[in-house]
């Protein structure tokens, strides 16, 4: 009754120990050139424990035929289901085998894993083929076969051998029928379990990343994985937003984005700090009090902004989600209102990004978060952004406080604080993400002093932890050569009403530390994107690769507006007003006006044009 489950199990790992012991040396040795750095025993044991959870993805997806049918072997007995696992069997094998060696071959040419994008070259098999030789096509199909051959004779001696002695062929009274089925039920959610992952989010590639080294974590993750997930995500950026010609285009989204200039107000007293860059989960403006938010809840925020900081009061999120507001603050890139630029891993590499062009300038990266960084990609952007070092939920001992999405910001603040010291007495030149995670559903903080007011009371809470650490980070010799800079991944509705989307998307920009040469507030009309090309042209870097992202503070910046984009969505803001359009309808929904509406099209354009190619 119970033994179609041992015999999908013995299939399961089957599958799991072919990608382990053939796919994943096979990868690896005909890749070893491709990989700069010396490959250690400590490399490969992190790459076959990372890359075990992508190939149980996989397995799980491969057993699940097998699970059903023999299932359904133990119910119906007259049911052939060798007949139909051999020809099962014969299939995988053969995209098992094709897989493996395509992408095998394919990696010292493309760098990347094989994925969707490789069905655009079926379309013309002569012009794919045109680049290698009859011999290599010939070496390649048979490797191919060979694998293809180890894949199905494993699975064919299981299939025969196991399903004689483990599959009950006799017929079985009604309440084992019923157990029967039960038991299926558990086992298929336990399959359905390991492919979705246990997690908040669902599991996707970036699950089996951990090295700043892209070879180790390509070759941890499973390439039948890869590609699946893939699929649906496909490239449609192209022509997906066609509303002007090129060059009617490319003139007035040049005006709008303006990448050369000069700063006309000087803020640092030094042109290389040492910078952390604090992503505030959901601060919105409503909470600020000096920004006309609720009196009583970021008020440190306030406070060092009054003492010693610059407060930038009308900067306007890019987007509405964390994946989004990442890529917008680091690449300085825009917010897409039909995807997120961070899901499709190939071109995150091709982005500009703040940690990458500051490591030119000899500065050690990190990037920290209390939680998972597998959760949106955020390892993969992370990694591709330029970030030497990781740190995540992983890393700390399990008695650290913790909510439901990770660590605590008390106590990650106190982990920045220590590695700061740190780094000073190493005498690095350091710029360090740190993302928070408190303020975020469903609010439990170790904190009360806004018992009445959850959502607020969060906000409170890793406010009083950031006044704290600045308070702490002022005594500390590292003080006189830091900006902290503390800005939100985006805005958020504490109330239980709708609100216009420019308060919600509403965020403050705070500057702080010893590098800093003045204090006060900018009234300047700006985008969340704008903070890169800002904060290099302070360092006297140029910006010009950060083609959405302007200096706010140099002479070049003449237009000022702000460019938000919602789901399927835009709202473009200048001096003289607000118009928000919806794509699907195509219509202006609030503030029509055709001039912002050209804008905004025309910055859609760009940005989807863009996105295409890189």
């Known amino acids: 009754m119970t033994g179609f489950v041992l015999f999908a199990l013995i299939y399961f790992i089957f599958c799991t120990l072919f990608f382990e ?3 994943k040396p096979f990868f690896g040795l005909y890749n070893r050139h491709v990989n700069a750095e010396k490959t250690t025993a400590k490399d490969i044991a992190q790459v076959y424990s990372h890359g075990l959870v992508s190939d149980f993805i ?11 049918v023999s299932a359904i072997h133990t119910l119906l007995p007259c049911f052939n289901v060798a007949i139909v696992l051999t020809v099962y069997n014969i299939i995988i094998s053969l995209a098992v085998g094709l897989i493996c060696v395509s992408d095998t071959l394919l990696y010292k040419f493309w760098n990347y894993k094989l994925d969707s994008s490789v069905f655009v070259y079926l379309h013309s098999l002569k012009g794919a083929f045109a680049s290698v030789s009859a011999g290599y096509l010939v070496a390649a199909f048979s490797v191919a076969f060979i694998i293809a051959g180890i894949f199905f004779a494993g699975t064919q001696i299981i299939t025969v051998k196991c399903s004689a002695t483990l599959l009950d062929g006799s017929w079985m009274v009604w309440w084992k029928c019923l157990l029967t089925f039960c038991i299926f039920i558990v086992a298929a959610g336990c399959l359905f379990a390991i492919i979705r992952g246990l997690k908040i989010r669902p599991n996707n590639p970036s699950v089996v990343y951990y090295s700043k080294n892209p070879f180790f974590n390509h070759l941890a993750l499973n390439p039948a994985y890869n590609l699946i997930y893939s699929l649906g995500t496909k490239d449609e950026f192209k022509g997906k937003f066609r509303f002007f010609d090129d060059k009617e285009c490319e003139e007035i989204t040049s005006r709008l984005f303006p990448t050369s200039g000069r700063p006309k107000r000087k803020l640092l007293r030094t042109d290389r700090p040492n910078i952390l860059f604090v992503i505030w989960e959901s601060l919105g403006a409503e909470f600020v009090p000096s920004l006309g938010g609720k009196e009583n809840v970021a008020v440190n925020v306030d406070r060092i902004a009054a003492d010693e900081g610059i407060l930038f009061t009308r900067c306007t999120a890019g987007s509405f989600r964390t994946d989004r507001g990442l890529v917008c603050l680091l690449s300085g890139y825009l917010g897409q209102p039909t995807t997120s630029v961070i899901r499709y891993t190939r071109k995150l590499p091709n982005l500009p990004a703040l940690p990458r062009r500051l490591k030119k300038e000899g500065y050690v990266t990190t990037a920290v978060h209390g939680g998972e960084l597998t959760i949106m990609h955020k390892s993969d952007y992370y990694l591709a952004a ?6 995540s939920q992983k890393d700390f001992p399990s008695s650290a406080p913790t909510c439901k999405w990770g660590i605590q910001d008390g106590y990650m603040f106190d982990y920045i604080l220590n590695d700061i010291k740190e780094k000073t007495e190493r005498g690095e030149r350091w710029f360090t993400t740190f993302q928070t995670l408190s303020s975020h559903e469903p609010f439990t903080v170790p904190y009360n002093r806004l018992p009445d007011d959850e959502v607020g009371n969060s906000f409170a809470y890793t406010d009083h932890c950031f006044g704290e650490f600045i308070d702490r980070l002022k005594t500390t010799p590292a003080w006189d050569n830091t900006l902290v800079v503390c800005v939100a991944d985006h805005g958020y509705n504490a ?11 509403h965020i403050p920009i705070l500057l702080t530390g010893g590098a800093l040469a003045e204090s006060g507030r900018i009234d300047t009309l700006m985008s969340q994107t704008d903070l890169a090309a800002t904060l290099l042209g302070q360092m006297n870097l140029p910006h010009d690769e950060f083609l959405f992202s302007r200096d706010v503070l140099a002479d070049s910046y003449s237009e000022p507006f702000s460019f938000h984009t919602y789901t399927n969505g835009f709202m473009f803001t200048d001096e003289r007003g607000v118009t928000i359009v919806d794509n699907v309808s195509g219509d202006a929904i609030e503030g029509s006006d055709p001039g912002r509406e050209k804008k905004g099209r025309a910055i859609l354009q760009k940005l989807y044009e863009d996105l295409a190619n890189r």
């Not at 996989?58 to 059903?68: E, G, N, V």
């Not at 330029?386 to 740190?391: A, E």
């Not at 109330?495 to 919600?504: A, E, F, G, L, T």
């Open 21 to 23: 012991v053939i796919q």
């Open 495 to 505: 109330s239980h009403n709708p609100v216009s989307r420019q308060k919600y998307a």
């Open 58 to 68: 996989i397995a799980s997806y491969l057993t699940a035929l097998p699970l059903i």
């Open 386 to 391: 330029g970030h030497d070092t990781l740190v």
